[in-house]
């Protein structure tokens, strides 16, 4: 089964900085998915941000952007301009296309921003 | 517009009683799921069902059981609660395309407490 990591419990960056979340993610398939989740602390999962295996250029939405690398297995999400607003939890996840209902999530990393 | 809502929000039972979580999405998605979420740790998916009449296990799939009512309801039942089902539940749904599914929304969760 498809493994991630995330090794930075928590984050810190100041406002208006850029800051970028690690994602490693284990894998044998060639087709799968990548996710990112933000949870605020009202508790609530927000999708922001979808890479596939197959994409040749990296994933952006708005702020979001995700640094895929495939050869070293990392899709990193880097945050540009933080606003106070980020502070919250951010789940990596993934989902392999053999099996495209079963996403596994990371434990999450705390990013706190700032002022 | 509700996207996908959950009841109930909160739930103390204790150790043997039985309840079901209910779920329902107004989005006409095919997929349904159903997770855990324990502190320190990512969401775990306890079932899914990827369409109408089907449902499958996923990663922490003891002492629960799922029934796919409808296409717009999924719920969960704990049949005997036990402590160690503490824990924050999500239901989720998405689309699915040619067999392939995208980014999961989620419902607010339901914070159940097992003494």
């Known amino acids: 089964a498809q493994k991630i990591t995330q090794t930075q419990p928590g984050m810190f960056v100041q406002e208006k900085e850029a800051v970028t979340l690690d994602c490693t993610y284990d894998?044998?398939?060639?087709?799968?998915?990548l996710f990112w989740y933000k949870q605020p602390s009202s508790g609530e999962m927000i999708f922001l941000i979808y890479q596939g295996s197959y994409d040749e250029q990296n994933a952006t939405e708005g702020r979001y952007s995700l640094n895929f690398q495939k050869a070293r297995k990392s899709a990193n999400l880097v945050i540009s301009a933080s606003q106070l607003g980020d502070s919250a939890m951010y789940f990596c996840?993934?989902?392999?296309?053999?099996?495209?209902?079963?996403?596994?999530f990371g434990a999450g990393t705390r990013l706190t921003v700032k002022p | 517009n509700a996207g996908v809502t959950q009841t109930p929000k909160f739930q103390v039972l204790k150790t043997g009683q039985s309840m079901t979580l209910q779920c329902a999405q107004d989005?006409?998605?095919?997929?349904m799921y159903w997770y855990r979420q324990d502190p320190g740790m990512g969401l775990r998916l306890i079932y899914y069902?990827?369409?109408?009449?089907?449902?499958d296990k996923g990663e922490v799939p003891n002492g629960y059981n799922v029934s796919r009512l409808n296409k717009r309801e999924f719920s969960l039942r704990l049949e005997s609660a036990a402590p160690s089902q503490t824990s924050v539940y999500f239901c989720a749904s998405s689309a699915t395309w040619r067999g392939s599914s995208y980014e999961q929304y989620f419902g607010p969760g339901t914070r159940l407490t097992v003494t």
């Open positions: 989005m006409n998605h095919n997929s």
């Open positions: 894998t044998s398939d060639q087709s799968y998915g």
């Open positions: 996840a993934m989902r392999e296309d053999h099996n495209n209902n079963d996403m596994r």
């Open positions: 069902s990827a369409s109408e009449g089907t449902t």
